[in-house]
C-alpha cells in the first residue's frame, strides 16, 4: 500500500534580510522578490518506505543543473504552471508508483487525493491490469486521512 500527497516549496519561505544604513527610520525594499516554488510529489508504503520524490518546476525547460545533488531516483520535470497536472501525474504514476508496486507480492493499493488532474483512466487501467486498487480520498480530506501531511511535509517544512 503507498499514499501519495504532492505539496509546494517556496523559494522564499517568508523571511526578508535587508541591507540598509544604521540609523535609517524607514527601510526601502529595492529589489523584487518573488515567491517562486517547486511541487514535490511524494508518495511512502505502509511500512514506511519512501519513494523517490518528483520534482516539478514552473519552467520552459528543464535546466542539468536543477537535477544534480537529489536523492537517488529522484525524478524532475518541468510545466508552465508548476503545478500537477494530468499528464504530469500520470508521469509519475508509470515511472515511480507503478514500477515499485508492480513488484510487490500479494494485493496492492495506492491511495491520493481526489483531484481531477489525479484521475487517469490510462492510469486507472493500467492499475486494474496490474490487480492495484487505485483509491481516490473524499475530497477536501484533512490531515487525519493525509498521512504525508503530517508525517512528512509538516516537518520537512518546519526545516525548510
Given at each position: 500500500?503507498?499514499?501519495?500527497?504532492?505539496?509546494?516549496?517556496?523559494?522564499?519561505?517568508?523571511?526578508?534580510?535587508?541591507?540598509?544604513?544604521?540609523?535609517?527610520?524607514?527601510?526601502?525594499?529595492?529589489?523584487?522578490?518573488?515567491?517562486?516554488?517547486?511541487?514535490?510529489?511524494?508518495?511512502?508504503?505502509?511500512?514506511?518506505?519512501?519513494?523517490?520524490?518528483y520534482v516539478l518546476?514552473?519552467?520552459?525547460?528543464?535546466?542539468?543543473?536543477?537535477?544534480?545533488?537529489?536523492?537517488?531516483?529522484?525524478?524532475?520535470?518541468?510545466?508552465?504552471?508548476?503545478?500537477?497536472?494530468?499528464?504530469?501525474?500520470?508521469?509519475?504514476?508509470?515511472?515511480?508508483?507503478?514500477?515499485?508496486?508492480?513488484?510487490?507480492?500479494?494485493p496492492t493499493v495506492?491511495?491520493?487525493?481526489?483531484?481531477?488532474?489525479?484521475?487517469?483512466?490510462?492510469?486507472?487501467?493500467?492499475?486494474?491490469?496490474?490487480?492495484?486498487?487505485?483509491?481516490?480520498?473524499?475530497?477536501?480530506?484533512?490531515?487525519?486521512?493525509?498521512?504525508?501531511?503530517?508525517?512528512?511535509?509538516?516537518?520537512?517544512?518546519?526545516?525548510?
Amino acid at each position: 500500500m503507498i499514499n501519495y500527497d504532492e505539496t509546494n516549496m517556496s523559494y522564499d519561505p517568508g523571511k526578508q534580510q535587508i541591507i540598509m544604513k544604521r540609523g535609517s527610520k524607514h527601510a526601502e525594499k529595492v529589489m523584487d522578490s518573488s515567491k517562486s516554488s517547486v511541487s514535490i510529489m511524494m508518495a511512502a508504503s505502509a511500512d514506511g518506505k519512501l519513494l523517490p520524490p518528483y520534482v516539478l518546476y514552473k519552467s520552459e525547460l528543464l535546466w542539468d543543473t536543477w537535477q544534480e545533488g537529489g536523492p537517488q531516483g529522484t525524478c524532475f520535470n518541468r510545466n508552465k504552471t508548476g503545478w500537477f497536472d494530468l499528464p504530469v501525474f500520470e508521469d509519475w504514476l508509470f515511472t515511480i508508483a507503478l514500477p515499485y508496486l508492480k513488484r510487490q507480492n500479494g494485493p496492492t493499493v495506492v491511495i491520493g487525493d481526489n483531484l481531477s488532474s489525479y484521475v487517469s483512466l490510462c492510469g486507472i487501467e493500467e492499475c486494474e491490469r496490474n490487480n492495484i486498487s487505485f483509491i481516490l480520498l473524499p475530497p477536501n480530506s484533512k490531515h487525519p486521512r493525509q498521512p504525508l501531511d503530517v508525517s512528512f511535509f509538516r516537518p520537512m517544512k518546519a526545516v525548510w
